[in-house]
């Protein structure tokens, strides 16, 4: 205590001054302050880190699908390297068509690709039909160089003796091959599962028949962690076989096997000799048996065009662009539909806005200068709207404009319209229009009102009475000041307009619907699931856009309810 | 009523003024009649001449307002009965009503009532025609929601007005949409997972919302913006890509299609209702209180739930209504983030009105409309007592 007192009487003297435990003030406000704010963000922390998770983290990762598009290099990575060395002025070499040959084989035994014929056929219609064919036909290449080999040693047939020559009978294994071949495996499919493989290459036979390892390896990690088999047991793919057919192609393979002595070197020996009954032509001219669309300069052109794992393609094809191999082109004409929809929506969006002006404005007005008890009353005939249910709402649209419904009947009965030529009200722009305005009014007129209720009503009668009339008084004094109720409402209103997705879907036909319904088209049924997140990214640009605009005029924190 | 009479107001001349407008409305009214039942002109000229002999008989010979608007209402409803039987009546009393009103309305001076004084004729006239606009709109708001009521009680398989219904016939109004909601299995099933998902949703983000409500509103918040910016975005971002992100990255995780992965989705929609509406009550609380049991010994826990708690309450409890309804009439996101087995009410509605089988939506959404006034007064109350809490007039 005393110490306290004196250090007191010190800080009035000299020295900085000092708090109750004899801290300089300074830290010790310092310090507290330091509390306080990290008490307010304990308290926040729980739902920030809630909302990142539920909802931020959603968003980005729309953003990520956008332009991800490891697809290709994923499932064709050998491909996707020897295409890099095309110049793409005329078909490419058979180091491609052999590349492609045997990723399409480990593919089409992982199912994968039909995913990628699905994804490349958004850019060339076509694709998805040939890959698939090619990867029912892709045993039918391979067996062409299995019988051959089997011809010259049955041994060739058994699973256990393709085993030890792979291991070469235990010798050291290439563990390089292993792990680059099982990081490749797991790219290509996404939950294989891990665990022992129960095989390694011997680094004797990778150095000896390279294309036969990595084929073996291949095969022996699908085998074992795919199909959960002992690769010891199961008969290799055709696609190790012509692995071996083109390892024993080249002459120096052919001669490093007349001195090899591991398991299996008498019957590698005797296919070495036997590599001239081996298909002529290879790869390519099988290819083009199975499908001649495998010559074409443009399937070839798509898949080096889209092998970045990165692509803009999506944002491209968003709007009515896309990726080709001379740099980015318009889109066929028939395929132009986005550029159309987002003017489409913004069209739309607008008109719906400037409606809900129109009918706001006068609603709001009478709101802000009736009587309190008398202007409460008529608000819940705005918040009942406001309350009720989305789906109520849009059904009451539908029952009330569809051509059997209730305003046709009532101007059928009146007389006004003809039984036989009742207005088409729905399932049209029309439609959407009405229905969005009526469920968006309360939106427009909720932030007028608020703002209108600020507005003096003494200011009108001022300028009244200096001579102005109703017009000029309300034209020149009044509207100015409601401004940023308009702006606010408006952008409230356009805002939620140009993400609309129920109304227009029940209400729109096709055409009144907005590029929510694209979206949803996408995601759900067409399953191009990037191109579905590139239009939600525009869409979501778009918006924040306006939204920080609405920050700007009003504030987030004013954003009022009910 | 009023004790001083204005003198500058003269009685308005039922020649040349009262007369010519009611023959007119009479006109219009007996045109749409008319062309009812395929007689427009008679009808007009008709129309014309019953609303000119009860303008001059109402105006002459009653001058009580009461009996004469009866009495012009059962006339009308006497022409309508010998006219169009039972429905005729209504609609005879209605256009009764409406003639009567008008008549007395511009006869006793009534339609200067709400205009100053000074106002010239066009002046009123416009006002008037202003106040007849927005009659107009408020129909456009109300009328869609009301239409709905009655038709969710039709007799037949129709979304519209089966003539049975317009003869007011009993036998046209039959309950069998409603008991439709209640024995369909399919409905039943997505009532309970509408039950099972919101209230769940709703505790989720009162809970966490209201916390970070309070350390919003603390003095000192350092990147205060930002934070508000990213807690408020479930609001502002279109449901649409709400509803992609979610559906990609929930698939992602393995919560696509499940119980959890929609709870969790509807939490975040509804977080940001929770924090604009706490947010603003917390700006009338007055922080001495806290401090004030803080002095009295009271922990921080107890001054929570003692002090700041039952003084924020109507917020809290009217951002968790907010968040309620956002979860209980949310289609999109469930839509995409759900799957069968979590189908709720607005789902099945939605699919309802696409295939538009069958009027039962129509009874589910008679339904919902009452819940919604139901949950609209809760809100309105706790919005005045929150008001009146923090000693501010009732508006």
Redesign the interface.
């Known amino acids: 205590m005393s110490d306290a007192s004196t250090s007191m009487s010190d800080a009035s003297t000299a020295g900085p001054m000092l708090a109750a435990d004899g801290t300089p003030l300074k830290r010790s406000l310092r310090k507290a302050l330091r509390r306080e704010k990290m008490r307010a963000l304990m308290l926040i922390a729980p739902l920030l880190f809630f909302i990142l998770l539920t909802f931020i983290a959603p968003i980005a990762d729309m953003l990520f699908r956008s332009v991800e598009n490891q697809i290709v290099s994923n499932t064709l990575p050998r491909t996707v390297i020897a295409l890099d060395d095309w110049d793409g002025q005329e078909e490419p070499g058979e180091k491609v068509y052999q590349a492609l040959y045997f990723d399409l084989f480990v593919a089409a035994e992982a199912k994968e690709h039909t995913k990628l014929g699905t994804r490349l056929n958004y850019e060339e219609t076509g694709i998805s039909s040939l890959f698939r064919t090619t990867g029912r036909r892709s045993d039918d290449i391979g067996e062409a160089y299995q019988d051959v080999f089997e011809d010259v040693d049955p041994r060739f047939k058994e699973a256990g003796f393709w085993y030890d020559m792979m291991t070469a009978g235990g010798g050291e294994p290439d563990t390089a091959l292993m792990s680059e071949r099982l990081g490749t495996m797991n790219r290509l499919i996404a939950d294989l599962a891990s665990g022992d493989i129960g095989f390694a290459p011997a680094a004797e036979i990778s150095a000896l028949l390279p294309k036969t390892a990595e084929a073996y390896t291949d095969f022996a990690i699908f085998t074992a962690l795919a199909d959960g088999d002992v690769v010891a047991e199961e008969d290799p793919w055709e696609a190790v076989y012509a692995a071996l057919g083109v390892d024993l192609a080249n002459a120096e393979t052919r001669d490093a096997v007349q001195v090899y002595e591991g398991p299996g070197a008498d019957a590698l020996r005797a296919a070495a000799a036997a590599a001239d009954q081996l298909p002529a032509g290879g790869f390519k001219s099988a290819f083009l048996d199975v499908d001649e669309d495998w010559a074409s300069q443009g399937v070839w052109e798509t898949i080096k065009t889209y092998s970045a794992s990165y692509t803009p393609g999506y944002f491209l094809n968003s709007v009515d662009l896309e990726l080709s191999a001379d740099g980015i082109s318009p889109r066929d004409e028939d395929q132009q539909i986005y550029i159309l929809l987002f003017k489409r929506t913004i069209f739309m969006s607008l008109t719906i806005m400037f409606s809900c002006i129109l009918l706001g404005y006068p609603i709001a007005w009478l709101l802000a200068n009736l009587p309190v008890r008398t202007s409460n009353l008529l608000l819940i005939l705005v918040l009942l709207p406001f309350w009720t249910s989305l789906l109520v709402r849009t059904s009451a649209w539908k029952v009330l404009l569809q051509q059997q419904g209730v305003i046709n009947d009532i101007l059928v009965w009146s007389g006004i319209v003809d039984d036989a030529n009742r207005l088409v009200m729905i399932n049209n722009q029309f439609g959407t229009i009405v229905a969005m305005t009526h469920i968006l009014l309360p939106f427009m007129i909720l932030p007028l009102y608020s703002v209108m209720q600020t507005i003096p009503p003494s200011y009108l009668r001022a300028a009244k009475s200096l001579g102005a009339t109703n017009w000029t008084a309300f034209w020149r004094v009044y509207f100015p000041q409601s401004v940023p109720g308009i702006g606010a409402g408006s952008i409230l209103v356009f805002i939620l307009s140009i993400g609309y997705y129920i109304t227009p879907e029940l209400v729109g036909g096709t055409t009144g619907t907005f590029i929510s319904n694209r979206i949803a088209y996408h995601i759900s049924s067409s399953l191009n699931w990037g191109l579905a997140a590139a239009l939600g990214s525009i869409l979501l640009a778009a918006v924040l856009i306006l939204y920080w605009a609405y920050d700007k005029i009003v504030g987030i924190d004013n954003v009022k309810l009910g | 009523m009023s004790s001083i009479d204005l003198p500058s107001t003269p009685k308005p001349s039922l020649t040349r003024f009262v007369l010519p407008i009611v023959t007119g409305a009479g006109a219009l009214f007996g045109l749409?009649t008319g062309?009812?039942m395929?007689s427009?002109s008679p009808g007009l000229v008709i129309g014309a001449v019953v609303g000119a002999a009860l303008a001059y008989a109402l105006v002459s010979f009653m001058p009580s307002r009461r009996a004469g608007r009866w009495a012009a209402v059962a006339l009308f409803a006497v022409i309508g009965l010998l006219v169009g039987g039972l429905p005729g009546i209504v609609a005879g009393a209605a256009i009764g009503g409406v003639m009567g009103w008008i008549t007395y309305w511009l006869s006793t001076g009534d339609y200067r009532n709400t205009v100053p004084i000074y106002y010239t004729a066009p002046?009123v006239l416009?006002h008037n025609t202003?106040?007849f606009?927005?009659g107009l709109?408020?129909f456009?708001?109300?009328a869609?929601?009301v239409?709905?009521l009655p038709?969710s009680f039709n007799a037949e398989m129709?979304?519209?007005?089966t003539p049975k219904m317009l003869a007011l016939d009993p036998e046209g109004y039959s309950l069998r949409h409603y008991r439709d909601f209640f024995s369909n299995p399919d409905w039943q099933q997505a009532l309970a997972n509408s039950v099972k998902i919101a209230p769940l949703a709703t505790l989720?983000s009162v809970s966490?919302?209201t916390?970070?409500a309070?350390?919003?509103s603390?003095?000192?918040?350092?990147f205060r913006?930002p934070?508000?910016?990213?807690?408020?975005?479930?609001m502002?971002?279109?449901?649409?890509?709400?509803?992609?992100?979610?559906?990609?990255?929930?698939s992602?995780i393995g919560l696509q299609g499940t119980y959890w992965g929609v709870v969790?989705?509807h939490?975040?929609l509804g977080?940001p209702?929770v924090i604009?509406?706490v947010?603003?009550t917390l700006v009338g609380f007055d922080r001495s209180l806290t401090r004030a049991a803080a002095n009295m010994g009271a922990d921080p826990v107890t001054t929570f739930f003692r002090i700041q708690m039952p003084l924020i309450l109507p917020g809290v409890i009217?951002g968790g209504l907010?968040a309620f309804?956002t979860s209980?009439?949310e289609?999109?996101v469930v839509l995409?983030v759900g799957s069968a087995g979590q189908k709720t009410l607005?789902w099945q509605?939605?699919t309802g009105?696409?295939e538009?089988i069958s009027p039962t939506?129509?009874a589910v959404?008679a339904i919902?409309?009452a819940i919604?006034?139901c949950?609209?007064t809760v809100?309105?109350m706790l919005?005045r007592r929150s008001e009146r809490l923090r000693g501010m007039s009732p508006?």
């Open positions: 749409l062309s009812a395929d427009p002046q416009w202003y106040l606009i927005c709109i408020f456009f708001l109300i869609p929601i239409t709905i038709l129709f979304f519209t007005f989720l966490f919302g916390l970070a309070i350390g919003l603390q003095e000192h918040v350092p913006r934070i508000m910016a990213i807690l408020i975005s479930p502002i971002v279109p449901l649409i890509i709400s509803a992609a992100g979610m559906y990609f990255f929930y992602r969790l989705a939490a975040a977080i209702f604009i509406t947010t603003a009217s907010f309804i209980f009439d289609v999109v995409f607005p509605m939605f009105l696409r538009q939506i129509l959404a919902l409309v919604s006034i949950l609209l809100v309105e919005r508006a």
